[in-house]
């Protein structure tokens, strides 16, 4: 069951072919919230491809060069009507191209050619454990937002022991974890530095992506636990000190 696009598309790169397609799997609150991001810095009238973004986000941020092919297409895919619902009133302001697929992960995938994951971290198994899943993924980029799943567990429900593919046609995955300033495009999001590392132009994208929703900081996989707790859980930790200091007013 799909929703198609809810405004009229815009073209970024000239023609909505030159453009990548990005799938979002489990399109919940940070998922909207990341769409939410791109499109408007896809809206802005500076946007030029092949140029520097400078950063306005301080030294974590650094300069980057635009990627050559930006999403111009999105698929979000969720379970319920409801979900699709919040999904088309909270992009309705935007300028976009989005359809939404209602349990149709594996056609919104195959469709994608960048990966967005953000379902809960417990039905990541569910969602990408099924061998069409596996071939639908294949030569294309899978970021992570699940907290708490690492790359190396990602890779193992991926992975078929009895198929060896070439480079080019492995899934690449990535971790990210931006938190919940992402709704005001003032995230802290740490991305995972993968290794082997991401050719220039698929890290020029993840990054693109999330400095869309705020600032980006690139860390070993060692410490992704830690910042996970650090910058994701931080605001929320935060929130619930402001809180008691207003009811003790």
């Known amino acids: 069951m799909s929703m ?6 815009i073209s970024v790169l000239g023609t909505k072919e030159d453009g990548l397609t990005l799938t979002v799997l489990g399109c919940g609150t940070m998922g909207i919230a990341i769409l939410s991001g791109v499109l408007t810095s896809l809206s802005q009238p500076t946007l030029q491809p092949g140029t520097q973004t400078p950063s306005t986000s301080g030294t974590s941020t650094p300069v980057r060069e635009l990627p050559s092919r930006l999403p111009t297409k999105f698929i979000a895919c969720v379970r ?3 979900s699709a619902k919040r999904i088309k009133k909270a992009l309705l302001p935007l300028p976009s191209n989005v359809t939404i697929l209602q349990n149709e992960n594996l056609k919104g995938v195959q469709e994608a050619d960048v990966v967005l994951l953000g379902c809960k971290p417990q039905m990541v198994r569910d969602v990408l454990g099924t061998d ?3 071939r639908a993924l294949r030569g294309k980029m899978l970021i ?3 907290a708490g799943v690492t790359e190396a567990q990602v890779e193992e429900i991926l992975h078929i022991p009895s198929q060896s593919l070439p480079d080019t046609k492995k899934c690449r995955v990535v971790r990210a974890m931006p938190n919940t300033a992402s709704i005001l495009r003032e995230s802290m999001t740490v991305i995972s530095t993968p290794s082997p590392p991401l050719p220039a132009e698929m890290s020029d994208l993840v990054h693109w992506m ?14 992704m636990d830690a910042s ?3 910058c994701g ?3 929320a930790f935060f929130a619930l000190v402001l809180e008691s ?5």
């Not at 198609?4 to 598309?9: A, F, H, K």
């Not at 869309?212 to 900081?217: A, C, D, Q, V, Y």
């Open 144 to 146: 992570s937002i699940c």
């Open 245 to 249: 200091l207003a009811d003790g007013a």
């Open 228 to 230: 996970t707790a650090l």
């Open 132 to 134: 069409e899943m596996r």
């Open 210 to 223: 999330f400095s869309s929703i705020g600032r980006t900081l690139s860390l070993p996989p060692s410490l």
């Open 80 to 82: 319920r009507p409801e």
């Open 233 to 235: 859980s931080g605001p």
């Open 4 to 9: 198609n696009g809810l405004l009229p598309s």
